[in-house]
C-alpha cells in the first residue's frame, strides 16, 4: 500500500511539505512499509503524552490490518494527540506513575508476552530512512531544507536524498540527536509545552509549529519546510 506523494505549497514566502495532510503526518511514511513488511500482528509503542507517532501508528495499523497498542503515561485528561490515536484505532494503555522509563517498561513486558512487536523509540528503524530518502528522491532538490529534529531522523535522511542541499534543524525535547550536517537550532520551549505561535498551515504545536518561528526568521526565501504533522 502506497501513500501519496508529499504536496509543497507556498505559505509566507517559503515552500511546505504538507505531510500534515496525512492522518499520521511524515511517519507513515516508514511505519506503514515497516508494518507490511513484519510478520507481527500487533504493534507496541511507548509514547509520551504529546508525541505524534502514537498516531501515525494507529493509523498505519488500520490500513494494514493490523493491532496497535500505545502505552503512555496516565493522566486526569487525555492528551488531544492519544485521543487521536485511540479514536484511530489504537488501544491505549494508561500507566500510572507514567515516568517515560516505566511507560517503555510497561510496553517492553506487554510486548514480549504478547508476541508482539515494539516500536522503537522515536521511530528509529533503518527503514525509516531508506523510505524517506525514495520519498524525497522523487521530489525537486531544494536549495535550503528546515525541519524539526527529535530523533534526527528525518533532516538525516533529507541530507541522504539531497546532498546538495543546505540543512536547518529545530531542536525539540533533545538538544543532543545525531542531525548530521545541518546547522542545529534548540526551542526555549520544552517537548510537552504547546507553542501558540500563529501559522499559516496545520500544524503540531508540541513539534513543528515550534519551528516555523525560526524560518519566518533566519530561513532564505523559497526555502523548503518539512511539516510532518498537524
Known sequence: MSLPAPLVESHN???????????????????????????????????????YA???LA????????????????RKVAHPLTVMASRAGARVVMVPHG??????A?????AERAGAYLVPFGVEIPEAMTALVAVA?????PCEVWSVAGSGVLTRSLQAAWPSASFHAVMIGKADSDIGRARRYVSPLKFEQETRASVPFPSSRWYDAKAWEFVRQHASPG???WNVGG
Open 13 to 51: 514566502g517559503f515552500n511546505v511539505v504538507r505531510d500534515d495532510l496525512l492522518p499520521g503526518g511524515t511517519k507513515m511514511r516508514f511505519i506503514l512499509p515497516m508494518m507490511e513488511a513484519r510478520p507481527e500482528r500487533e504493534f507496541v509503542y511507548a509514547s509520551p503524552a504529546f508525541g
Open 54 to 56: 502514537q498516531v501515525a
Open 59 to 74: 493509523h498505519c495499523a488500520a490500513l494494514a490490518g493490523r493491532r496497535a497498542t500505545v502505552f503512555t503515561a496516565k
Open 99 to 104: 515516568y517515560l522509563s516505566n511507560v517503555q
Open 106 to 110: 510497561k510496553a517492553r513486558m506487554y
Open 137 to 141: 528522491r522523487a521530489m525537486p532538490t
Open 223 to 225: 526555502a523548503l519546510f
